[in-house]
């Protein structure tokens, strides 16, 4: 029995979601749009405010994919509703960075400046050079591109020096020890 599948996604007021007969799922709402095809053998019905998918049997397949798309389909809502948001820091001497135009530009102490062009549907803010705020309708989206960006240069555990989320731990190693 799938507890998350089993779940009631409440759709918020200025959420409007239409679904197909095909699964097919379009989710509006103040941050934005998000249309997904989801698999044609649950059964997703809309029932006023509330949004309920079953599944025909009990096969394996049907148990992964019940959870799965309810995930799916309240994280589209929760997107287009209050948007989400992924948080890095950057830490070293000299490294930083800054927005130009639509694209992010990195100073990782490479002999070369490092430029992410930051996808449709996504906003980056960067309030001080070395705080990057990426936020967005979707979740994926948001996160792909965070982790997009941490892999530029990802945090080293002797100094701590690179780019991490803000509430990352980065387990630290002791250097060598003189004799």
């Keep these: ?6 779940k009631v996604i409440q759709v918020p007021a200025g959420v409007t979601v ?6 097919y799922a379009v989710v ?3 941050k934005g749009q998000l249309e997904f095809q989801f698999n044609q053998l649950l059964d997703i019905k809309m029932e006023g405010a509330e949004i309920k998918i079953s599944r025909p049997d009990d096969a394996i397949f049907s148990r992964k994919i019940h ?7 309240a994280n589209m809502v929760t997107g287009v509703s209050t948007g989400f948001k992924k948080q890095l820091e950057i830490r070293g001497v000299g490294y930083r960075a800054n927005l130009q135009g639509n694209v992010v530009n990195l100073s990782m102490g490479y002999s070369h400046p490092v430029e992410l062009e930051i996808p449709a549907g996504l906003t980056v803010t960067i309030p001080k ?3 990057v705020i990426i936020e967005g309708a979707d979740k994926q989206v948001v996160g792909e591109f965070a982790a997009k960006i941490r892999s530029v240069r990802k945090p080293e555990p002797y100094l701590g020096k690179g780019i991490r989320y803000v509430d990352e731990y980065v387990p630290r190693k002791a250097g060598k020890t003189a004799k």
């Design 129 to 131: 050079n070395t705080d």
């Design 1 to 6: 029995m799938s507890r998350i599948g089993n």
């Design 67 to 73: 959870g799965t798309t309810r995930a799916l389909l």
């Design 18 to 23: 239409t679904l197909s007969p095909e699964n």
């Design 28 to 30: 509006k709402g103040p």
